[in-house]
């Protein structure tokens, strides 16, 4: 006997047969609800597949229900009320119990076989009416099969050219889910930022998103606008020209050192490229951020019907990188009130900018990025570790940092130096950061106002004092650097580097020393201990102070032993030693990753 369950189906596909998703994947393209209506479907499905039959006849009153090891006859319907509520009477005959009742059973089971008999096919009936019952798709369950489409990547399968390209070169789960969030961009908006984390497979990723609207473009019978060109720094050309040959595509790859060191007749070539082109992608678009820059004036988009661009660090606080990603982005793309936003900032960049408006920038350039932190990333990785292996075979994650203390090594000598260096930089005024000192039009009350100047006075000390101290902790020659230019540290230490030139405080104070600031506040706002960086005599006086307290620091910086940093180079020697991941340095802080 079959009998009719109502228990709620649970959206589980990991839990859960293949036949029961592909039926419930079915029904949630119809629009219908697999948690309201799971029974309903049972049930369909069972009468479609031949295991539910349903018939009907006129004026039958009999109850009847047969097993293949008991019968009951009587008068209880099969429900609630007929089995728990209401008084009934029946009979349960169980054949293997005595002869008797083995007859009694199959006199019973004739009798239910000829009423089955003579009635009437009712499955198609049953059918429709529950079909009507049907309720619409959750937003949960609906946002569930999308998520679902893209995670088994079944999207591509409507494409078999692009499907096949695509798993032969064995692309990542997290790099298909970004592919799909992508082109969703780039069919929206004309353009998209791929801003994953350094190591995620961005060149593989960015190049498999080009060949998707590549083939797209095709597909949609715009194969006369598939012209693709790929700009990128030199030291990654071969990457790129390596993973675009799997996808067979027909790019065009170029240098970004064209557009900056490039002969005029290079630099118009590739500006012509750009032009001209339909699908442009940038890789390390950061690079762009700098609106003076040769490369970042070159570049011009906006010819480009599709553009992706490709960067470790999309987005800084700084207003001058919001604006200048807009533009890379498109400023036709603005709505009318970030249009607005957007030329407030761009007429007010050398001032301090309303953090709102610097939110809403932001907020306009998250709908054109696809980015996953470096714990999602892991995260997904965790689901299913066997679908992220590299090259070797060997499963990819983003490691976990381990800080290891060490002794630094100095002698005392060096720490009563360190403490003489402490006690003037507590005497520098950060003269150089003073020089434009405005009030920021957001701040309307007067106690908001002087609050403001006083945080900048005491900001420049601070910021003075920092960068004496992230220096020395890096290096003798750091510091130097700092104190004196990048030509003078290569003299003094016998370098040959060929590092862009930065440095020379010196020389920056003694240019502030001669011009008083131009004062764009009220002298009310200002407190006694501000006034000298308008007063002509206390400012000079206050710039000759700060030089002799930076050449102090320089002359006691000549004391200091190589004890620190031989100590730190033996540490780096016996770490590289120890460890089999790179081990990598920073300016101003030394820190490794190990197994």
């Not at 997290?174 to 998209?192: L, T």
């Not at 595509?249 to 070539?269: A, F, H, P, T, W």
């Not at 603005?334 to 953090?355: G, V």
Request: aromatic residues 8%; contains cysteine; hydrophobic residues 35%.
């Amino acid at each position: 006997m079959k009998t009719l369950g109502f228990q709620t189906f649970l959206f589980n596909p990991e839990a859960e047969p293949r036949g029961i998703q592909l039926i419930k994947n079915y029904w949630v393209k119809q629009n219908v609800s697999i948690k309201l209506c799971g029974p309903i479907l049972n049930i369909i499905e069972k009468i479609q597949e031949g295991k539910y039959n349903f018939k009907v006849k006129d004026r039958l009153h009999a109850k009847i229900y047969v097993g293949d090891t008991a019968a009951i006859l009587g008068s209880s319907n099969f429900s609630k009320s007929g089995t728990r509520i209401q008084t009934e009477a029946n009979i349960r005959i169980q054949p293997t119990l005595s002869k008797i009742e083995n007859e009694q059973y199959d006199d019973i089971k004739r009798i239910a076989e000829y009423y089955y008999e003579v009635a009437n096919d009712y499955n198609q009936g049953l059918i429709d009416l529950f079909k009507k019952l049907l309720k619409d798709a959750t937003w949960q369950e609906a946002l569930a099969r999308a998520i679902a489409e893209i995670l088994e990547s079944k999207w591509m399968k409507d494409f078999p050219v692009l499907y096949q390209a695509l798993i032969t070169h064995n692309l990542w789960p997290s790099q298909k889910m970004g592919i799909a969030r992508a082109m969703k961009i780039i069919q929206d908006q004309g353009r998209v930022l791929v801003a994953d984390p350094t190591g995620s497979g961005k060149t593989k990723f960015a190049t498999a998103l080009a060949y998707t609207l590549f083939h797209w473009l095709w597909e949609n019978g715009l194969k006369d606008r598939s012209n693709a060109l790929i700009i990128c720094p030199k030291q990654v050309m071969e990457n790129w020209e390596k993973e675009q040959s799997h996808f067979s595509l027909y790019n065009k790859i170029e240098s970004m050192g064209k557009l900056s060191v490039g002969n005029d007749k290079n630099q118009k070539s590739l500006q012509k490229m750009i032009e001209i082109s339909d699908i442009l992608v940038i890789d390390e678009a950061h690079n762009y951020l700098h609106p003076n820059s040769k490369r970042s004036q070159a570049i011009a988009p906006k010819g480009s019907s599709h553009v992706i661009l490709s960067t470790a660090t999309p987005i800084n606080k700084k207003a001058d990188d919001l604006l200048r990603l807009v533009e890379l982005l498109d400023i036709d793309n603005l709505s009318d009130d970030d249009l607005t936003t957007y030329l407030e900032l761009r007429k007010n960049r050398k001032k301090n900018i309303d953090k709102k408006h610097l939110e809403q920038l932001k907020g306009y350039i998250n709908q054109f990025i696809v980015r996953r932190t470096k714990r999602e990333l892991n995260k997904m990785i965790e689901r299913e570790p066997e679908q992220y292996r590299n090259r070797h075979g060997k499963t990819c994650k983003y490691p976990k940092t381990l800080s290891e203390t060490y002794s630094t090594g100095e002698n005392e000598n060096d720490k009563e130096i360190a403490h003489q260096i402490l006690t003037l930089i507590q005497q520098l005024k950060g003269i150089h950061y003073l020089q434009v000192l405005r009030i920021p039009d957001f701040l309307k009350k007067e106690d908001e106002k002087v609050n403001y100047i006083n945080q900048r006075f005491t900001s420049a000390t601070a910021l003075a004092g920092y960068m004496i101290r992230v220096n020395l902790r890096s290096s003798r020659c750091a510091l130097y650097e700092y104190l004196y230019g990048t030509a003078e540290a290569n003299i003094r230490f016998s370098l040959k580097s060929t590092k862009n030139t930065s440095g020379n405080i010196l020389a920056k104070i003694e240019k502030c020393g001669l011009k008083l600031p131009r004062q764009y506040v009220e002298n009310h706002l200002l407190g006694e201990s501000h006034l000298w960086l308008y007063d002509q005599v206390k400012y000079n006086e206050a710039c000759t102070t700060e030089i002799s307290i930076y050449k102090k620091i320089g002359s006691l910086l000549e004391q200091l032993s190589e004890e620190r940093e031989s100590k730190k180079v033996q540490v780096l020697i016996d770490s590289a030693m120890k460890n089999t991941k790179p081990l990598c340095t920073e300016s101003a802080e030394v820190c490794f990753t190990r197994d």
